[in-house]
């Protein structure tokens, strides 16, 4: 219990040097390439959870915006992979980070705009003044569509950051507070317990919608630019 509450989220380091290149890059691993004839059950079960994905995902997009299929699918199956690793007991979840998760977000929203900007220059200057405005009111609409278009990666980036921040807190104080309980009452902390198995159910499940959320957000900027 008197273990500090944000140790957790502490970037790690190895002799003083900081290992977090390696944390991002170990989830690749996870998703081996085969060149079989015939794949192993996991294989073939993470490709075709692959082919769903991006299936539907991408089902909204013109030829041009389906180009992006191997960027959106990487970016869902590394910060999928990331956050369920990131369950696991004393390790490391880098989407904690807000500074990961804005490096991530800004050069893909950046990448949207520049190709709306490019492809659909009316369009997306369209955006800034909705049709019928009245005249006092164009300038003012503007500076809040311009806000709120600046807006998007940093959206994107908090809400990740949040949710996974929040569950990780949850899990350490509930877990906290089971422990102090044993000594206490045992029917409650066995009470407690319990809501800690099924709040890391739900960690699961909120790792891998905050995985899709972000992806599918990306998709949505895409969709509106290409």
């Keep these: 219990m ?9 970037t790690p ?3 003083g040097l900081p290992i977090v290149v390696l944390v991002i890059m170990f989830p690749t691993i996870l998703f081996p390439s085969t060149n079989r004839l ?27 915006g389906q180009t992006w299929a191997l960027m959106l699918m990487s970016l869902i199956l590394f910060i999928g992979s990331t ?16 500074s990961m998760n804005l490096s991530m977000a800004i050069p893909l929203w950046a990448g949207t705009v520049i190709l709306g900007f490019r ?4 369009a997306s200057l369209a955006h800034f003044l909705p049709q019928g405005t009245p005249i006092p009111l164009i300038p ?10 600046f807006i998007q990666p940093v959206a994107l980036a908090v809400r990740l950051t949040a949710n996974i921040t929040a569950g990780h807190l949850l899990i350490h104080l509930i877990g906290g507070a089971t422990l102090a309980l044993m000594d ?15 709040l890391t159910i739900l960690e699961f499940a909120v790792a891998l919608i905050q995985a899709y ?9 895409l969709h509106d630019n290409a």
């Excluded at 990131?86 to 390790?91: Q, T």
């Excluded at 003012?140 to 278009?149: A, H, N, Y």
């Design 2 to 10: 008197n273990e500090n509450l944000f140790a957790s989220f502490i």
């Design 13 to 15: 380091t190895m002799m």
């Design 38 to 64: 015939i794949n192993n059950r996991l294989v073939a079960i993470q490709q075709w959870l692959i082919h769903l994905t991006s299936k539907q995902m991408l089902s909204i997009h013109n030829r041009k």
């Design 83 to 98: 956050n369920l690793l990131g369950l696991l007991p004393h390790s490391f979840t880098p989407t904690t980070q807000l």
């Design 119 to 122: 492809h659909k220059t009316k």
């Design 140 to 149: 003012m609409l503007v500076i809040i569509e311009t806000i709120s278009l």
């Design 184 to 198: 206490i009452s045992m029917t409650t902390a066995f009470i407690t317990f319990i809501i800690l198995i099924l």
């Design 213 to 221: 959320v972000f992806t599918l957000l990306v998709s949505l900027y």
